[in-house]
């Protein structure tokens, strides 16, 4: 595999870098105070094409390759972790699995408009009583003429609240793992937005809960086969590792791009705590494991880029790059003293924002289970 950045890649990074620290890093103290949408983020990102990065231009995205979109959530990340969710979701759940699954129909109706950034989309499997345990959904969705009718609830749903379309998921049969995969368009008949969820970081990026009471969407909305919809569920979160990882990897570098600069403003003891070794080596770790993770990140990405299965990669990435975020964040607090917990530095909220990465799609115990299961073989 060849790591050396290609001219679009490095094209991404400056462009995406940018973007973020012009329009992004001013706005995002106050969105994080608010917990406001940031529809002008929204807005700006979709027209840039960060939606749809990776899916071709005939459908509207931005026709790059996996390790562009991997730059541009660890860009968007770095300015901002809300922002890098937002794409990732848009990207990853949503583009992604209606590119590989979707009818040619679908991908005109649903795709199109999300990879050219009309529109927000979002993703609903999880469900207040199955989260880790997916397979354990309650929701159904049942066949009655032109129409599916679905009934119950999702929680923690990225985007939902300003999304048009949602790919959701619902049992079909008796079976575990008898589920289905469905387009919703969230102004379907029986579609609702229950709860926001207020929110420890992230707080700029809308977290909220779903009814579905009766829920009616057309037949042709069945995304992929009838029955085979967790499968669907477990390919999308492959790649949707992908883009955590990298969001994960953004939010560690803005920690250490922080650390350095406080470290050689910062005095004590009559010299520039940047001359400690105490802090240099906290800042050489933070250096030494974000290029680790960088690199196990866009591994995955060139790997999905190459069509090959990349479920063991992706869970490494996802669990290398949050864990070791967690330990930037930590030393970047450390590393500020007691102006690392306020609020007036941005480590705070790092701090924050960070933690969600080693929970959302597939906690740090699930990557180990899919990890030691491909090492064990079975
Ligand atoms: C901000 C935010 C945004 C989110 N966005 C979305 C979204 O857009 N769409 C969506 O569908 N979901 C979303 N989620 C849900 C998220 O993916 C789940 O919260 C996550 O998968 C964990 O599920 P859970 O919360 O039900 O925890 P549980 O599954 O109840 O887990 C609780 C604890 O038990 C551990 N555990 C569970 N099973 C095992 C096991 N077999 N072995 C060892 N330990 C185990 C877990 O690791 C965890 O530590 C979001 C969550 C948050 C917080």
Request: aromatic share 8%; with cysteine.
């Amino acid at each position: 595999m060849d790591f050396a950045p290609t001219e679009a890649q490095e094209i991404t990074r400056k462009s995406v870098r940018s973007f973020a620290e012009q329009e992004i890093v001013p706005q995002s103290r106050a969105f994080d105070e608010s917990q406001e949408f940031p529809q002008a983020w929204a807005k700006k990102m979709g027209e840039l094409g960060l939606f749809g990065v990776f899916v071709p231009e005939k459908y509207g995205g931005s026709g790059l390759d996996t390790v562009c979109y991997a730059i541009t959530i660890e860009e968007l990340s770095r300015g901002d972790a809300s922002a890098g969710v937002i794409a990732a979701v848009c990207n990853g759940l949503v583009c992604e699995p209606l590119l590989r699954y979707g009818t040619e129909e679908q991908k005109r109706k649903y795709l199109r408009p999300v990879a050219r950034g009309e529109w927000i989309g979002a993703y609903a499997l999880t469900e207040p009583g199955s989260g880790s345990d997916a397979a354990a959904m309650r929701t159904t969705a049942e066949l009655k003429g032109d129409h599916w009718i679905l009934n119950g609830t999702k929680s923690f749903a990225t985007n939902a609240s300003v999304a048009k379309v949602v790919i959701g998921y619902a049992r079909t049969g008796r079976q575990k793992h008898e589920i289905s995969a469905f387009i919703i368009p969230t102004d379907a008949d029986g579609f609702s937005v229950l709860k926001k969820e207020d929110k420890m970081g992230i707080r700029a990026s809308d977290t909220v809960s779903l009814g579905f009471d009766g829920m009616k969407i057309p037949k042709e909305n069945l995304l992929g086969e009838l029955h085979k919809g967790f499968n669907i569920a477990m390919a999308t979160l492959d790649g949707g590792r992908i883009g955590i990882a990298a969001q994960a990897l953004g939010i560690a570098q803005r920690a250490l791009d922080e650390s350095t600069k406080y470290a050689k403003e910062r005095e004590a003891f009559g010299q520039k705590i940047a001359d400690f070794q105490a802090i240099q080596w906290k800042l050489a770790d933070m250096a030494t494991e974000i290029e680790a993770a960088r690199l196990l990140t866009y591994r995955a990405a060139q790997m999905e880029d190459l069509g090959r299965r990349h479920t063991y990669e992706s869970s490494v990435a996802k669990l290398f790059a949050s864990e070791a975020a967690h330990r930037a964040v930590d030393a970047a607090v450390q590393i500020h003293g007691g102006y690392g917990f306020i609020k007036d530095y941005v480590v705070e909220k790092l701090y924050r924002d960070q933690r969600v990465t080693e929970i959302y799609e597939g906690t740090s115990e699930i990557q180990r289970m899919v990890i030691a299961r491909a090492v064990l073989g079975k």
